[in-house]
């Protein structure tokens, strides 16, 4: 945690006072938790109270939630949503199954640690996370973005390596991304 | 014809990450300018292989994992699943737990209506509606939790009956979401179902004919809205569906609009029924005990069983080789054939605006494609 | 819903009427809605109701329960050192583990807020106070509507009281099989009973094959910790039942019944197939063992099996020690005992009965014949009160009236009789004279006296309950003084009231209630206070053992100080047989490591048996395709096609050990310490005595699956962690399949 | 007489098929076991002749100690309210696909569950216009619901699980550790 705190100049602060308050949340159900999304989006629980909507596109999105398992498949197409959405990212781990597989813990279709493939910034425990559950995690993301800590971000970049190859691993060859990774991580002099 | 209007025809796929598109989901179109020539669905994206788990797991231990499959109306799965096993094993299940059921099965109903005719309506954008929907879902999701236990995944029918019996009040709670829902749908027309805007926008939308109907295995509230009365309540009936009476509302056009006014129907058809039980309901027990789960074998044999969904038929074909895991478990989502073909068809000559409503309308649940 | 859609001006304003209604939203968090009473929220596990029985781990689908280990904690009889821990990244809070939990310690409380980034603190220890300290109402929590234990026992039909009264016939009928299949059901495998009984038994795997009606595997799984499971099934003390966790909220599981139907179903001559029996190499080496009782008995079968030449000398006219003169008819038959002992003959151990040690063969003899000697010669001398009068002749030892009904001889029965003592033998010496009343004056009049109170008598409940239904009258806690006798003949025993039978120490000193005294009428008395051994044929070694006490000092291996010279039985360690089995067992462990230098008699990880399994699996090979090509085309493609399948095997099992996922959660050690011997006799099964004639190769084919069957199904059953679980189910099916195959050429 | 609308059904079809075994199992379940040949010819009758319109499903089970795919087609008769399960068995190929014949020109639903049977077993069913992948599109392995494939074995060998190191059993280790 303590090389998250690095120095931050001030601009940086008032820059993290700003987009904590208006995040974006991709529109993206990539699970089976996300039939828990439209209670918290809209009347009954009313995410947009911090500030937080869904968006469609990942170019605007902030917040990257993995509501639940991924089967290969989809673990594809999150991974290049993942690489499209811009830094500072945050991606939010649903329910058991991201941890450690799950109640799919011994399916022959399904990823079994999500952290092996992008970088997680909170977990939340359930199966399925009930929405008070959600927006709890959304405030603490809130005040991690705040204190400057929500870094996690920066490890794609930083070991990106291990990323690729896990997910080579299991997608048993390359995946052609869009991004040049090793060029956006000069970019941010990581 | 000059150079620039010259129309030639494109690929565009939509999906998987699409708000048009309900779920995890993709199609491969064939456009020319904004009229769809062909379409063909992607699927795959939610499949965990079910079927394969379940034949590894214990018959108890699978009462977890079937209402995982269609999350937006789980229970048809757990009745499924206990029912098909009582057929093959020949267990009793004590009246009160099929009432019980009954009223499971309902308000299940109830919600999956409310998600979906919320989710039609939002795709013409009109997201207060949805919004009302979803935020009146969200009281029958309290009456499970107080039932059951869970939100939304409920674990509580198995084998021999349900887990628990009614916790004290819970009638009288029932009664009053009842009559809330019911309040409310006077709203619900106003704002919506008969709001010019909608209907135009909804009717003409994805016509099925009652003769394609039937050849393209359409089922459910999509099959009624084509003027054919087919209800598996009522034809097939099951638990106590044959000492509630209700009616099945029917509507010939087969498009967009009488889909969403068979939902419409059936949410009050779905209410009066939840009353009945409510009132009609006997004491007793409510679980006819199985033997150590640990040690519980069924005997040989197969059953077809058959619910009806808000999707559609919903059904489970079970074998059992006499062992403790279940030999092969095929589970029939009402999607597979909504949410594929019939979807293919109704988009092949529709535009491109109406694409998401098309399949809205029709209430297509992919991971029940997928499994 | 109204038709009429053609929309009105003033429409819009109805919207006015929601200016009034409280908004939908709940204000999380600043304004938190309570969940349910009922919400399966995180788990809370009450640590001291909990016993550690594992049927959460067993019955949870997603395998999130993980049975820790927990240091400090000391397993007793009916609780293990291990508790539940719960993996959040696997559990779906279905609550089948509340529904199941035999002592309804783990229940769910209603919290469900946990968010964070460190994915250690998902793997919870659920206690009472919940996983954030934070006390919660509990939620879900386990309720009679559906409480998945089968808690009642399945009824054993027993003799009534006027039908037994009078005869010796079993009062116990046993079990059909619907019943045992149904009794057998109700088990959960927990495994709490093998740590309790002395002997280890296995017993969750001879129930399951007793439920899987696999009658030759229930006797084979038997057989590899009690050679005597026929009287070990009629007389047993059953320790494990009460350990049973079932017994927890209900009745235990009736193992011992359940044991006799096993070895009730399978016929005498089966017994040698059922066990695989074959003494694989003999070591020429010969052992003598003195007396034939339990522990000897024991002690020669093992020895036996693993190639020693073994005598038993006998002081009796026939084998069997005190589960023959010392147990009445009515409670252990003799030919169920006979069944035992004719099977131990069988495998090659010579019973020379009517032999006494020290009289007719010298106890020097035994040590310059015989490379070791092993005494088991129990208890048979009766211990007197000493009271006065107890020279009288009308007072017997309970023992020797015990041995001379065995014996059909005549005994005096008077009207009316006075029985001393409270334990198991005081009961079958008063009821078996409650018998012989009935017959010679048809009605019973005993009395036993016990220094003990009724609830801390040594007897079984089940033992005294009968009693008192034959008409036995009981004065417990009460001392005997002295036996009054008038002109000759014994009026009766007078007794004081016993305050304490033991003193701070928990050493026997009794203290009684001068003033409270009692006659107890009865013209004979019969002692059965306790019986001592009579260890006189040892002569010039008396002085040379080393003592402990009034008893040898033994190592582990019940070793006495003198290196040849082991001790097994009551001699050693009581009180009931099946003591006797395991100590006679233990011995001869220690006798062939004595004589075999061997040195790790236990394999206790898993990868101590698993490369014994894949050396089994490498030998199958090779000695199989010595024969490749010898016979009919059908037989030689069934051997091609094994020697592929055996490599496939091989291969899943080294892939699967050295796979880093099973690593992380194989908990090395097995669900209990296994006999090397036996896997060894396994491995050398595999060297095919060469044949020509395909008929001997096919048989030899079959018992070495069947062998190999065997073993896989041990594996699974001993690895307590589940990823290998499924593989040793997949390699005895493959087993099967070859063996149904073989089988079926066999018949040809 | 129990079951009356079912018998009359089986006579009615008994007698164009003489040689598949009819059964009523209870009401309104018919099963019938007949010869994988005459499969065809059953399906045409029952939508034409016998007005059995709704096909609800093609289901597959996999009888690996038979060597043997069983198929059941579940027609349903929406005015009779009779459901027909039609079982086959097919000859199991242990390596590549088995095959059949399809019925989706008869039914457009079986063009689901054929193309899906193809994919979960390895049944090819010739003249089937799309036998392509549809759900398994990224699976390189074998047809996963095979029999003698163990999914469990495949998720150990490929994919990664979590080890924890929690504090409190750390904690419980020190303790342990003190008074050992």
């Known amino acids: 945690m303590d090389e998250k705190m690095t120095q931050r100049s001030v601009w940086e602060k008032i820059a993290a006072k700003l987009s904590k308050r208006s995040l974006w949340m991709l529109h993206y159900c990539t699970g089976c938790g996300a039939i828990e999304l439209p209670p918290t989006m809209t009347a009954r629980f009313d995410m947009e109270r911090f500030g937080i909507n869904p968006m469609v596109t990942p170019r605007q999105a902030d917040i990257l939630l993995i509501t639940g398992y991924l089967s290969v498949k989809t673990l594809k197409r999150v991974v290049l949503t993942y690489e499209q959405m811009q830094a500072p990212k945050y991606v939010v781990g649903f329910g058991s199954c991201t941890i450690n597989g799950g109640m799919y813990w011994n399916s022959y279709a399904t990823m079994k640690s999500l952290d092996r493939y992008i970088p997680v910034e909170t977990y939340i425990a359930g199966c399925m996370p009930r929405p008070e559950a959600i927006i709890y995690s959304f405030n603490e993301l809130i005040a991690k973005i705040d204190r400057g800590e929500a870094n996690s971000w920066k490890d794609y970049y930083n070991n990106y390596d291990f990323y690729r190859e896990n997910q080579e691993h299991t997608f048993e060859g390359p995946i052609e991304t869009y991004n040049d990774i090793k060029a956006d991580a000069a970019l941010f002099r990581i | 014809m000059s150079k620039i209007d010259e129309v030639r025809d494109y690929e565009l796929f939509i999906g998987p990450n699409h708000p048009g598109i309900s779920g995890n989901f993709s199609f491969k179109m064939k456009l020319q300018g904004d009229k769809i020539l062909s379409a063909k669905t992607d699927a795959g994206y939610l499949h965990r292989g079910f079927e394969k788990l379940m034949e590894e797991r214990l018959f108890i231990q699978n009462i977890a994992i079937v209402c995982r499959i269609c999350v937006p109306d789980p229970d048809p799965n757990e009745n499924n699943y206990a029912r098909a096993i009582e057929e093959i094993a020949g267990i009793e299940v004590p009246e009160r737990a099929k009432w019980i059921r009954t009223l499971v099965l309902e308000l299940s109903r109830l919600a999956s209506y409310l998600f979906g005719i919320g989710g039609h309506v939002a795709t013409t954008g009109l997201y207060a509606f949805s919004n009302w929907t979803i935020a009146d879902r969200d009281r029958i999701m309290e009456l499970f939790e107080e039932l059951t236990g869970g939100r939304v995944y409920h674990i509580y029918q198995l084998p021999g009956g349900v887990r628990r019996d009614f916790p004290d009040g819970f009638e009288r709670r029932v009664l009053e979401v009842m009559d809330y829902i019911e309040s409310r749908l006077g709203d619900y027309d106003d704002l919506a179902i008969n709001n010019a805007l909608f209907i135009k926008r909804a009717t003409g939308i994805g016509v099925i004919t009652k003769e394609q109907a039937i050849k393209w295995g359409v089922t459910g509230p999509n099959l009624r809205a084509c003027g054919v009365a087919a209800d598996v309540r009522k034809d097939d009936p099951y638990e106590v569906y044959d000492k509630v009476d209700f009616e099945i509302p029917t509507r010939t056009e087969g498009d967009a609009y009488a889909r969403t006014i068979v939902r419409r129907k059936e949410i009050e058809q779905s209410i009066s029924i939840v009353r009945q039980i409510i009132d009609k309901i006997p004491a007793g027990p409510v679980w006819n005990k199985i033997p150590n789960p640990l040690k519980w074998k069924v005997p040989a044999g197969d059953a077809y069983v058959r619910t009806e969904s808000s999707k559609g038929e919903y059904a489970y074909y079970m074998v059992s080789d006499g062992g403790r895991n279940p030999y092969r478990v095929h589970v029939r989502g009402a999607s597979t054939t909504h949410g594929v073909h019939v979807l293919e068809n109704l988009l092949a000559g529709s535009r491109i605006e109406d694409a998401s409503q098309i399949m809205f309308s029709l209430d297509a649940c992919p991971p029940e494609v997928d499994r | 819903m109204s038709e009429n859609n053609k929309g009105s001006i003033l429409k819009p304003f109805r919207a006015l009427k929601f200016i009034g209604e409280k908004p939908v939203t709940i204000r999380t968090p600043f304004e938190n809605r309570p969940t349910a009473p009922r919400y399966r929220g995180f788990h809370v596990n009450d640590q001291e109701k909990c016993i550690g029985c594992g049927t959460c781990a067993e019955i949870c689908d997603n395998d999130a329960i993980r049975m820790i280990e927990i240091p400090g904690l000391e397993p007793e009889v009916g609780s293990s050192n291990l508790r539940p821990a719960i993996d959040y990244g696997r559990c779906c809070w279905c609550a089948l583990c509340v529904d199941v939990c035999t002592t309804n310690s783990l229940n769910m409380t209603q919290e469900y807020t946990h968010v964070s980034e460190d994915l250690n603190t998902f793997f919870m220890f659920p206690d009472t106070e919940g996983i954030h300290k934070t006390d919660f109402p509990l939620g879900y929590q386990a309720s009679d509507d559906s409480n998945f234990l089968d808690l009642e026992r399945v009824e054993m039909e027993e003799l009534s009281p006027e039908e037994r009264g009078d005869s010796f016939i079993e009062i116990v009928k046993g079990y059909s099989k619907e019943q045992a299949i149904a009794e057998a059901s109700r088990c959960v495998a927990c495994g709490l009973c093998t740590d309790t009984c002395p002997a280890h038994m296995n017993i969750p795997e001879y129930i399951e094959a007793i439920w899987d009606d696999n009658l030759s595997e229930a006797g084979r799984q038997i057989y590899k910790t009690n050679p005597l499971p026929e009287v070990c099934g009629r007389v047993c003390t059953h320790k494990c039942e009460t350990a049973c966790s079932i017994g927890q909220r209900g009745e235990p599981i009736a193992i011992r019944w359940l044991k006799r139907y096993a070895m009730d179903a399978i016929p005498a001559e089966q017994y040698g197939d059922v066990n695989n029996f074959r003494v694989v190499k003999p070591l020429g080496k010969s052992v003598a063992i003195v007396g034939s009782g339990p522990a000897g008995l024991s002690a020669a079968y093992y020895l036996r099996l693993m190639g020693y030449d073994i005598t038993i000398f006998e002081k009796y006219p026939e084998p069997g020690g005190m589960m023959r003169y010392g147990i009445p008819e009515y409670r252990l038959p003799y030919d169920a005992l006979d069944k035992d002992i004719n099977y131990i003959e069988e495998v090659g151990v010579e019973i020379k009965c009517n032999t006494t040690i020290g009289k007719d063969i010298p106890f020097e003899d035994l040590h310059r014949n015989f490379d070791s000697v092993l005494i088991a010669t129990g208890f048979h001398v009766g211990r007197s009160t000493r009271v006065p009068g107890t020279d009288h002749k009308d007072v017997f030892q309970s023992i020797d009236l015990l041995s001379k009904i065995t014996r059909g001889e005549e005994i005096q029965v008077d009207e009316k009789i006075v029985v001393i003592g409270g334990g198991n033998v005081a009961m079958d010496i008063a009821r078996s004279l409650a018998r012989k009343q009935k017959v010679k004056y048809g009605k019973v009049n005993i009395i036993v006296t016990s220094l003990e109170t009724r609830d801390i008598m040594p007897a079984d409940d089940e033992e005294i309950e009968e009693a008192t239904e034959e008409g036995c009258v009981f004065y417990p806690g009460r001392g005997p003084v002295e036996i009054v006798i008038e002109d000759g003949k014994i009026k009766g025993l007078k007794t004081n009231r016993c305050l304490s039978v033991f003193d701070e120490q928990h050493r026997f000193s009794p203290k009684f209630d001068e003033n409270d005294i009692k006659l107890l009428e009865g013209t004979m008395i019969v002692e059965s206070i306790g019986q001592g051994p009579d260890m006189s044929y040892l002569d010039t070694y008396t002085d040379k053992i080393e003592m402990d006490g009034r008893r040898f000092k033994v190592n582990e291996f019940y070793q006495t100080s003198i290196e040849w010279l082991f001790a097994a039985g009551d001699i050693i360690k009581g009180p009931d047989v099946i003591n006797g089995i395991a100590v006679g067992h233990k011995a001869a462990l220690g006798i062939d490591k004595m004589l075999e230098n061997k040195k790790d008699l236990f394999y206790n990880t898993i990868f101590d048996v698993l490369d014994k399994s894949l050396k089994f699996e490498e030998g199958c090979r090779k000695s199989s395709s010595k024969f490749a090509g010898k016979f009919s085309p059908v037989v030689n493609n069934m051997i091609t096609d094994l020697t592929v399948k055996s490599k496939d095997l091989e291969e899943r099992i080294k892939k699967l050990i050295q796979n880093e996922n099973v690593l992380i959660h194989l908990d090395k050690k097995l669900k209990r310490p296994q006999e090397a011997g036996y896997f060894e006799r396994c491995i050398a099964e595999e060297a095919l005595a060469d044949t020509t004639s395909e008929k001997d190769f096919l048989k030899n084919m079959e018992r070495k699956t069947r062998v190999a069957f065997g073993l896989y199904h041990d594996l699974e059953k001993l690895t307590k962690n589940k990823e290998l679980e499924f593989l040793f189910g997949y390699l005895k099916a493959q087993k099967k399949k070859q063996l149904e195959k073989v089988e079926k050429l066999l018949q040809k | ?180």
């Open chain 4, 1 to 180: 007489m129990e079951y009356e609308k079912e018998n009359s059904i089986v006579e009615m079809m008994q007698m164009q098929f003489p040689e598949a075994a009819f059964k009523v199992k209870k009401e309104r379940r018919i099963e019938v076991r007949l010869p994988s040949a005459r499969l065809y010819d059953f399906a045409v009758r029952m939508q034409k002749k016998w007005n059995f319109l709704h096909l609800s499903a093609i289901s597959c089970v996999d009888w690996i100690d038979d060597g043997e795919f069983e198929l059941v087609y579940h027609f349903w008769n929406y005015d009779e309210k009779v459901l027909v399960m039609a079982k086959i068995r097919i000859p199991r190929e242990e390596e590549g696909d088995s095959h059949f014949e399809t019925i989706s020109n008869l039914w457009q639903p079986a063009k689901f569950f054929e193309r899906d049977i193809h994919e979960m077993f390895g049944v090819y069913f010739d003249g089937s216009e799309d036998m392509e992948r549809f759900i398994l599109t990224d699976w390189n392995g074998p047809p996963p619901m095979r029999k003698d494939f163990i999914t469990r074995e495949f998720a150990l060998n490929f994919y990664h699980y979590r080890d924890y190191e929690p504090q409190w059993l750390k904690d419980m280790m020190a303790a342990g550790e003190g008074n050992e």
